[in-house]
């Protein structure tokens, strides 16, 4: 843990640290659940599917990690109370998915009605996805990289000042194992779905990958949402706690 961080007296600029990954988290938790919830309907019905409605939900979710995200990654505010790494972590990987779900939303609002009436409408949407399964990817490699990078430098401890996350400050490894294994159940999800998405492209089929990708992204969506639900509290108790 940051040593700064450990002192009981902790004060913290928070006009040079603005600290917006809770719903940052709220966001990719839904975007993860809605993923999976899309994916079930086209395997169950692809014909009674609205492509307008989740084009209107990844375009929200889209636009709120694009914007957050960037600000992120390109200011690095986090730095400024000593985790120059969270904007990595958390900015990066959230201006990549959300762009992903913008481009998702542009594709399905266009064109997902032509797409969803081709006679094999599986096959249509994984020819078009096939290409970014690639940065997709790569992404779940990079997040699986971040989950190595928590458990060795023992990141996301919270601090002793943060409401229920702060219990845990003199036991480092707790809130960083749990980060680390969410982050990186995320990552495998990223994988699993790039050869889901080839294998129907090339089959027709999604075997065994459906199920892999749907209950990784499942889990890990309700928890990011459920964590990043909470952290609306332990933040703003945090930042009364360190005015």
Do not use: C
């Not at 481009?103 to 599986?122: C, N, Q």
């Not at 458990?151 to 601090?159: E, G, R, S, T």
């Amino acid at each position: 843990m940051n040593t700064l961080v450990a002192q009981e007296g902790l004060k913290i600029d928070w006009a040079n640290m603005p600290t917006y990954n809770t719903i940052m988290a709220v966001a990719v938790g839904a975007g993860l659940i809605s993923l999976v919830l899309l994916g079930r309907e086209l395997l169950r019905a692809p014909e009674d599917v609205e492509p307008a409605g989740w084009a209107l939900s990844f375009g929200v979710l889209g636009t709120i990690l694009t914007t957050t995200g960037l600000h992120m990654t390109l200011t690095w505010p986090l730095a400024a109370g000593g985790f120059p790494f969270d904007n990595i972590i958390f900015g990066e990987t959230s201006l990549g998915f959300g762009v992903l779900l913008l481009a998702a939303a542009l594709y399905l609002w266009k064109r997902g009605a032509t797409a969803l009436a081709a006679s094999k409408p599986l096959q249509s949407l994984a020819r078009v996805a096939q290409p970014i399964t690639v940065f997709v990817g790569g992404l779940g490699l990079s997040l699986v990289a971040i989950a190595v990078a928590g458990i060795k430098y023992q990141l996301f401890a919270a601090p002793p000042q943060e409401p229920i996350s702060g219990a845990f400050a003199d036991h480092p490894m707790v809130e960083a194992t749990f980060m680390s294994l969410l982050i990186a159940v995320v990552g495998l999800g990223a994988l699993a779905f790039a050869v889901l998405v080839n294998r129907v492209r090339s089959t027709g089929t999604a075997g065994v990958w459906a199920r892999i990708t749907g209950w990784l992204w499942a889990v890990s969506g309700v928890l990011f949402l459920l964590f990043g639900a909470m952290n609306f509290f332990t933040h703003i108790g945090l930042i009364v706690n360190t005015m």
